[in-house]
């Protein structure tokens, strides 16, 4: 039923515009799609609400956090394998079968549901799911309609989906959300429910326009895999990729830097509470989410250019070092003179770490094995911020101190960066060692 509706967007498409022009309004849709994706993003400013409004501990936040993150990035091996096998359109709609669904729940389970802790983890871990589908469908539109520019085909809905935590913000700011100083979360879901309804079937729409045709569709065609139709060259590709020892390396550096980058934004709210209750000076929560999302755009739009002239790696270790700067600063010297300075060098190294990873991927293992290689690394952060999000509840409702916790942090971005300097060059395919 799906390939047959893609089939008749598709075609009723090409019946009023050029093929060309076709691509490009895919291509905004997308970039669209990923603009407004930023509701997880701003998770922290729902997490002081909800800590106000329903009494959740810090430790009840992080876990909500954790099953957002395992949502997100647990299952994205599975979407990638199923967009490079069945399409994109696929994982549109997910999307829309997750999103909506879990923001109308969130609706009610603010008032009228018991045991809330649950349903929140159960309906943030579909969001989760949801979003990383309709980001993961938008990115490899994307990269598909242009291929022969990876760089910026790959930067730009990187760089959407980072600025489109600064429009939720500046959202949420208009009267209509808020209510005593506070957001109003039933308003809140109601609008994202909305939103994702409507971006999802134009999503869905625009990764339907590019459906590849190396091989005839008719509208009575089921729902088959690529793979049954075209050379049987993508499990012969992905056994080299699991077989590469720089995948390993690459995925471990991964897994010791997403997670201490992650659970620093979804927890602005307690480390700006921690230190003004220390009396040490006073936070603006929106403006650190808004100084993280501005300089975490930058630097994925920045990346992405410089990725296409510069090497890869030596642009992945520059990021690594300053992120481990980053850490010792906050494990030494975390103020509201320092916390400015913490939090962009945070949006520039997470900003950074998103853009490059994807590309050099796509350099080493091919942009059309994109889905399973990039959906395999995510399982990295789907642990890791899991784990560093569980330590830093606990760490902090318990000792209400930060100091240890940073520490962890910062061993682990020195050791990330020590395993990204061990690889040697940037090759393409076919290479042993291929970064």
């Known amino acids: 039923m799906i390939n047959r509706v893609s089939i008749k967007i598709r075609n009723t498409a090409e019946k009023y515009v050029s093929g060309g022009v076709v691509k490009q309004i895919s291509f905004g849709i997308s970039l669209l799609s990923c603009l407004l994706l930023g509701s997880v993003l701003i998770f922290s400013l729902v997490a002081e609400n909800l800590i106000l409004e329903l009494d959740f501990k810090i430790f009840h936040v992080n876990l909500i956090s954790s099953f957002t993150v395992i949502g997100m990035y647990l299952c994205l091996p599975i979407l990638g394998y199923l967009s490079d096998v069945y399409g994109n359109n696929l994982l549109s709609f997910i999307a829309i079968f997750t999103l909506v669904p879990s923001y109308i729940l969130n609706y009610f389970a603010v008032f009228q549901f018991s045991n809330k802790l649950a349903w929140f983890c159960f309906t943030y871990c579909l969001i989760g799911l949801g979003t990383s589908s309709l980001y993961f469908s938008s990115l490899l539109t994307c990269s598909k309609i242009y291929p022969e520019k990876k760089g910026l085909s790959i930067s730009l809905p990187v760089t959407s989906y980072g600025v489109s935590a600064l429009i939720s913000t500046q959202i949420l700011k208009l009267s209509y959300f808020q209510q005593n100083h506070h957001l109003d979360l039933l308003r809140v879901f109601k609008f994202f429910a909305i939103l994702y309804l409507v971006m999802g079937v134009l999503n ?38 699991l077989k590469s020892p720089s995948m390993y390396i690459l995925l471990g550096s991964l897994f010791l830097n997403l997670g201490p980058l992650e659970t620093y934004q979804n927890n602005l709210n307690s480390i700006a509470w921690e230190i003004n209750r220390k009396g040490s000076g006073s936070i603006d929560l929106n403006s650190q989410i808004i100084l993280l999302s501005i300089f975490s755009t930058i630097t994925r739009l920045v990346v992405g250019v410089m990725s296409d002239h510069m090497n890869k790696r030596d642009i992945l270790i520059g990021l690594l070092a300053l992120g481990s700067i980053n850490q010792a600063i906050s494990w030494m010297k975390l103020t509201p003179d320092t916390m400015n300075f913490i939090t962009v060098i945070d949006g520039i190294t997470y900003g950074g770490v998103f853009t490059i990873y994807p590309t050099i991927i796509a350099e080493i293992w091919g942009i059309e094995m994109l889905g399973s290689t990039w959906g395999l690394f995510m399982i990295a952060p789907a642990i890791s911020t899991s784990l560093f999000s569980l330590v830093y509840g606990s760490l902090l409702d318990n000792f209400g101190d930060l100091v240890v916790y940073f520490k962890i942090c910062f061993f682990s971005f020195v050791t990330s960066t020590a395993l990204v300097v061990c690889i040697r060059n940037v090759k393409p395919v076919g290479h042993h060692i291929a970064l």
Not at 207 to 217: L, N
């Open 204 to 241: 869905f729409m625009a990764t339907s326009i590019i459906i590849e045709r190396t091989h005839k569709i008719d509208e009575n065609t089921e729902l088959i895999p690529i793979s049954s139709i075209e050379p049987p060259s993508h499990k012969a590709k992905f056994i080299r990729f």
